[in-house]
C-alpha cells in the first residue's frame, strides 16, 4: 500500500505494529547477546573469542545485505518478515542443542543473516512513513521501543540465569511472538521502494558522514552490548550487578531517544549529531573513573547510553532527509550494512584489547571511534544536497 493512501489513524496503526514488532525482536537479541557472552565466560573461554562470536550477527548482515532488496522483491514484505523472524527463532533453539563452538559460530551467523531481513524492513517502513517534520522523533520512537527490548533482555537473562534450556526457550518465544503484530499489519505495510542496482557504492559516496555515523555507531553499540558486563565483572562486580550496568546504558537509550529526536526537528539534527559524539567521548572518559564511584555510576550510563545509540539514530534521520522514498531502501541497505562492519570490528577490538590491557581496553576502543567520529564530523560534515 502506498502511503498517500494513509489516513492519520491508519498511519498510527502502522507505525504501532512494525514498533511492536521491533519490540519483540529487541529483547530477544538484548537477552542473547549476554547470555552466550556470560556462558561462554562461564566455559573458561577467551574474551577474543567471545567478541569474534558477538561479530557473528553483524558479519552476516554483511554477507547478506546486497542480495535482501532481491529477496524482498521475490517474497514480498509480509512473507519476508516471517521467513526472518522463524529462521531467527530457530537458530536460537537450536544453541543448546549443538553446544559446541563451531556450532555457536553457525548458528549465531544464521540467525543475524535472518535477522537482518526485518532489520532493513522496518527501518525503510519507518522512513517511508516519517515525514520532515516528525521524522527525528519517529526515529527517535523506534530506537527507544528497540533500546527497551535490549534493556529488558539482559533483564531476563540476570532473572532466569545462562544454564540450561529456559533462557534459550524465553529468547526464541520474544522472536516468535515479534510476528503477531505483523500478521494483523495486512495493507498497513507500505510498499518497499525498488532498489537501484549498484547503488550502494554511490550511497555511501553521497552521503560519507552518515555513513561514518553508521560505522562508528555499529563499533560503539556492539563493542559496549557484547562487554558491558564483562568490564563490569573485571572491576568486581557479581554477575547480577554486571548485567545491570547494561540495563542502565541501554535505559538510556529507552529513555532519551525521543528527546534526542525532539530536539534534532526543532533545531538541527547535524548540531545535535555534534553534541551526542561529544559526550559520548566524554562518557567513555568518566567511565574507568566512575565505575567504583558508587551511585554516580548510574546517571552516568544512562547518559552515556542514550548518546551512544543516538549516533545511529541521528544517522537515520540524515538519510531520510536527503534521499527521496524511492531510493530508501538502497540508502538504508548501506547504512545498516556499514554499521554492521562497525558491528564486527567493535567486538573484534574490544575483545583483543581487554585480553591485551585488562578491563580498559574497551573504553579504549570506544573513546578512539568517538574521536574518530569527531574528526569526521569537522572534515566531511558538511551535508549533500537532497536526492530527487
Given at each position: 500500500?502506498?502511503?498517500?493512501?494513509?489516513?492519520p489513524?491508519?498511519?498510527?496503526?502502522?507505525?504501532?505494529?512494525?514498533?511492536?514488532?521491533?519490540?519483540g525482536?529487541?529483547?530477544?537479541?538484548?537477552?542473547?547477546?549476554?547470555?552466550?557472552?556470560?556462558?561462554?565466560?562461564?566455559?573458561?573461554?577467551?574474551?577474543?573469542?567471545?567478541?569474534?562470536?558477538?561479530?557473528?550477527?553483524?558479519?552476516?548482515?554483511?554477507?547478506?545485505?546486497?542480495?535482501?532488496?532481491?529477496?524482498?522483491?521475490?517474497?514480498?514484505?509480509?512473507?519476508?518478515?516471517?521467513?526472518?523472524?522463524?529462521?531467527?527463532?530457530?537458530?536460537?533453539?537450536?544453541?543448546?542443542?549443538?553446544?559446541?563452538?563451531?556450532?555457536?559460530?553457525?548458528l549465531?551467523?544464521?540467525?543475524?543473516?535472518?535477522?537482518?531481513?526485518?532489520?532493513?524492513?522496518?527501518?525503510?517502513?519507518?522512513?517511508?512513513?516519517?515525514t520532515?517534520?516528525?521524522?527525528?522523533?519517529?526515529?527517535?520512537?523506534?530506537?527507544?521501543?528497540?533500546?527497551?527490548?535490549?534493556?529488558?533482555?539482559?533483564?531476563?537473562?540476570?532473572?532466569?540465569?545462562?544454564?540450561?534450556?529456559?533462557?534459550?526457550?524465553?529468547?526464541?518465544?520474544?522472536?516468535?511472538?515479534?510476528?503477531?503484530?505483523?500478521?494483523?499489519?495486512?495493507?498497513?505495510?507500505?510498499?518497499?521502494?525498488?532498489?537501484?542496482?549498484?547503488?550502494?557504492?554511490?550511497?555511501?559516496?553521497?552521503?560519507?558522514?552518515?555513513?561514518?555515523?553508521?560505522?562508528?555507531?555499529?563499533?560503539?553499540?556492539?563493542?559496549?552490548?557484547?562487554?558491558l558486563?564483562?568490564?563490569?565483572?573485571?572491576?568486581?562486580?557479581?554477575?547480577?550487578?554486571?548485567?545491570?550496568?547494561?540495563?542502565?546504558?541501554?535505559?538510556?537509550?529507552?529513555?532519551?531517544?525521543i528527546?534526542?529526536?525532539?530536539?534534532?526537528?526543532?533545531?538541527?539534527?547535524?548540531?545535535?549529531?555534534?553534541?551526542?559524539?561529544?559526550?559520548?567521548?566524554?562518557?567513555?572518559?568518566?567511565?574507568?573513573?566512575?565505575?567504583?564511584?558508587?551511585w554516580?555510576?548510574?546517571?552516568?550510563?544512562?547518559?552515556?547510553?542514550?548518546?551512544?545509540?543516538?549516533?545511529?539514530?541521528?544517522?537515520?534521520?540524515?538519510?531520510?532527509?536527503?534521499?527521496?522514498?524511492?531510493?530508501?531502501?538502497?540508502?538504508?541497505?548501506?547504512?545498516?550494512?556499514?554499521?554492521?562492519?562497525?558491528?564486527v570490528?567493535?567486538?573484534?577490538?574490544?575483545?583483543?584489547?581487554?585480553?591485551?590491557?585488562?578491563?580498559?581496553?574497551?573504553?579504549?576502543?570506544?573513546?578512539?571511534?568517538a574521536?574518530?567520529?569527531?574528526?569526521?564530523?569537522?572534515?566531511?560534515?558538511?551535508?549533500?544536497?537532497?536526492?530527487?
Amino acid at each position: 500500500m502506498t502511503t498517500e493512501a494513509f489516513t492519520p489513524a491508519r498511519r498510527r496503526l502502522s507505525l504501532l505494529a512494525v514498533n511492536l514488532c521491533v519490540l519483540g525482536v529487541g529483547i530477544g537479541i538484548g537477552a542473547l547477546v549476554p547470555l552466550m557472552a556470560l556462558r561462554m565466560a562461564g566455559q573458561g573461554i577467551d574474551a577474543a573469542v567471545i567478541g569474534l562470536n558477538a561479530a557473528m550477527f553483524p558479519l552476516a548482515v554483511l554477507v547478506i545485505g546486497p542480495v535482501l532488496p532481491r529477496l524482498l522483491a521475490r517474497l514480498g514484505s509480509l512473507r519476508s518478515l516471517y521467513l526472518g523472524l522463524s529462521v531467527t527463532a530457530l537458530s536460537v533453539l537450536l544453541l543448546p542443542v549443538l553446544p559446541g563452538l563451531a556450532a555457536w559460530f553457525c548458528l549465531r551467523f544464521l540467525g543475524g543473516a535472518a535477522a537482518s531481513i526485518q532489520w532493513v524492513i522496518s527501518e525503510t517502513w519507518l522512513n517511508i512513513i516519517a515525514t520532515d517534520r516528525d521524522r527525528g522523533r519517529i526515529m527517535g520512537l523506534y530506537a527507544s521501543v528497540l533500546a527497551a527490548g535490549f534493556a529488558i533482555g539482559p533483564l531476563i537473562i540476570g532473572a532466569v540465569g545462562v544454564a540450561g534450556w529456559l533462557p534459550f526457550l524465553l529468547v526464541a518465544l520474544a522472536i516468535a511472538l515479534a510476528a503477531v503484530p505483523i500478521a494483523f499489519a495486512g495493507d498497513l505495510v507500505p510498499d518497499m521502494p525498488a532498489h537501484a542496482p549498484g547503488a550502494l557504492g554511490a550511497v555511501i559516496r553521497f552521503q560519507p558522514l552518515v555513513m561514518a555515523c553508521g560505522l562508528g555507531g555499529g563499533l560503539m553499540d556492539f563493542a559496549l552490548f557484547a562487554f558491558l558486563p564483562i568490564y563490569g565483572l573485571g572491576h568486581g562486580l557479581s554477575q547480577e550487578s554486571a548485567v545491570l550496568i547494561l540495563s542502565l546504558f541501554i535505559g538510556g537509550n529507552v529513555l532519551l531517544q525521543i528527546p534526542i529526536g525532539w530536539i534534532a526537528d526543532h533545531t538541527s539534527r547535524r548540531a545535535t549529531l555534534l553534541a551526542v559524539i561529544l559526550v559520548t567521548l566524554l562518557g567513555a572518559v568518566l567511565l574507568p573513573l566512575a565505575i567504583d564511584a558508587g551511585w554516580w555510576l548510574y546517571p552516568l550510563l544512562v547518559i552515556w547510553g542514550g548518546t551512544t545509540f543516538a549516533v545511529y539514530t541521528l544517522a537515520l534521520g540524515l538519510l531520510g532527509d536527503r534521499f527521496p522514498p524511492a531510493q530508501l531502501a538502497a540508502a538504508n541497505v548501506a547504512l545498516v550494512m556499514v554499521y554492521q562492519v562497525g558491528s564486527v570490528i567493535g567486538p573484534t577490538l574490544s575483545g583483543t584489547a581487554i585480553d591485551l590491557t585488562g578491563p580498559e581496553g574497551l573504553v579504549v576502543v570506544v573513546g578512539v571511534a568517538a574521536v574518530a567520529l569527531l574528526i569526521a564530523f569537522l572534515r566531511i560534515g558538511k551535508p549533500a544536497p537532497r536526492r530527487h
